[in-house]
């Protein structure tokens, strides 16, 4: 019983929190609650037959995480990767993927007076990944809601449970 109001109050801890990260001059925002780690791109094994933003596999300490690059998923051109390029890996549903990113910026906290949802623009594809969008300062930060960001192409591409 202790352990799980220790755990609540953990996820408590985590509401509102936010790891933001940049692809290009935009910075993004992934709810802290999913985040495991933030490590170094490594060699990264293809797969076959998935999108190419699907880069494809890498083994993290005997554990299998397949890697989406968030450019191509937006689609947007691909980058070489430079020494701020990273992997930010997360747990959905307990299923651990890594987001190859240009950089990660900071963990903010946003209150929800300063959460508004996306724009309803059809033509945007990334926009139908957004959570909500927050402003901080001078700052705008896009925050992508996991679940849809994640759902169907894992699914499609085998790495599904």
């Not at 993004?28 to 596999?57: C, F, Q, R, W």
């Not at 930010?88 to 549903?93: A, Q």
């Not at 950089?103 to 990334?126: F, H, Q, Y």
């Not at 992508?144 to 599904?160: K, N, V």
């Amino acid at each position: 019983m202790a352990d799980n109001i220790i755990a609540a109050e953990a996820i408590d801890d985590l509401n509102g929190r936010f790891l933001t990260f940049y692809i290009d001059d935009a910075i993004y925002g992934i709810e802290l609650l999913h985040v495991i780690e933030i490590v170094a791109v490594s060699p990264i094994t293809k797969v076959p037959n998935v999108p190419d933003y699907i880069k494809g596999i890498i083994n993290l300490r005997g554990k299998i995480v397949p890697v989406i690059d968030v450019r191509l998923k937006f689609c947007q051109p691909e980058k070489e990767h430079d020494d701020k390029t990273c992997l930010i890996v997360v747990d959905i549903e307990g299923m651990h993927v890594g987001l190859i990113v240009g950089g990660v910026a900071e963990v903010v906290t946003v209150d929800k007076d300063n959460l508004a949802a996306p724009p309803d623009i059809s033509t945007n594809m990334s926009n139908r990944y957004l959570q909500s969008i927050a402003k901080i300062g001078d700052r705008v930060i896009l925050n992508i809601d996991c679940m849809r960001f994640f759902q169907s192409d894992l699914t499609a591409a085998g790495f599904g449970r």
